[in-house]
């Protein structure tokens, strides 16, 4: 994926993919779970639990400033698709249509398959 194209901002940064992945990584390994080598694994293969997917839902939300619905993981089971998703959100949140940009639990494909 090429964060070019990958992009947004929040309060004036610039917010990619990569960055989305990073602060998952922070959350991750503060939460003592295994950081992945591959964006493609899923959280139940790096050890997340639906506790886990709660709460990194809410560190999300308050780093991307949009409401993101605590089922998301369910929806978007890999690291790398769950920040497509979430940058996908912040865009039109960026454009003014809102207050908040809802992460709905649309996804794309995969549901459930974590």
Do not use: C
Not at 9 to 37: C, F, M, Q, R, Y
Not at 59 to 71: A, P
Request: hydrophobic residues 45%.
């Amino acid at each position: 994926m090429s964060d070019q194209l990958q992009s947004s901002a929040v309060d004036g940064a610039k917010i990619t993919t990569a960055k989305i992945l990073a602060w998952v990584e922070e959350w991750t390994e503060a939460n003592h779970l295994k950081v992945p080598s591959d964006f493609d694994q899923t959280f139940a293969e790096a050890g997340f639990d639906s506790m886990h997917s709660v709460e990194l839902a809410f560190f999300l939300e308050e780093r991307l400033k949009i409401k993101i619905d605590d089922t998301v993981l369910f929806d978007y089971p890999t690291f790398a698709s769950l920040a497509e998703h979430l940058l996908s959100l912040a865009q039109p949140a960026e454009a003014g249509q809102g207050d908040y940009a809802v992460a709905s639990s649309s996804p794309a494909s995969g549901t459930g398959n974590w």
